[in-house]
């Protein structure tokens, strides 16, 4: 899969199922699903126990909102960065979703997800 060549509307497409998982794993503290789509690389430095202390000591994280704003695709060497304005359920403000996609063993995996 060339995802790169692919246009923002088709990488959202992609993208939306994997950030609505994200969000919704890391609401309920469930790191296998939270993990599920992550790349190998990821997986390496995403111990449960590191995860489990994120979500005990910022509740920015266990209270995401299902509704988010797309905000466009950035494509370098071999990753889309795909940015969505975020919001929270109990945590006042605007916070920017960051998930980066790429492919590993000819499926899309997620490289990196943050929010700032």
Known sequence: MKL??????EILKIAQPIWDNLIKSSNIKDYGGFT??????????ASEVELGKQWANNKLLTSLSENQEFLGCIKRDQFVTVLYKQTSNTVK????GRLVLGIEDESVKVFGATIY
Do not use: R, W
């Not at 599920?36 to 430095?45: E, H, I, N, R, V």
């Not at 403000?93 to 920017?96: I, M, W």
């Open 4 to 9: 790169l060549d692919k246009s923002d509307k």
């Open 36 to 45: 599920k789509d992550f790349s190998s690389q990821m997986l390496y430095g």
């Open 93 to 96: 403000g605007e916070f920017l």
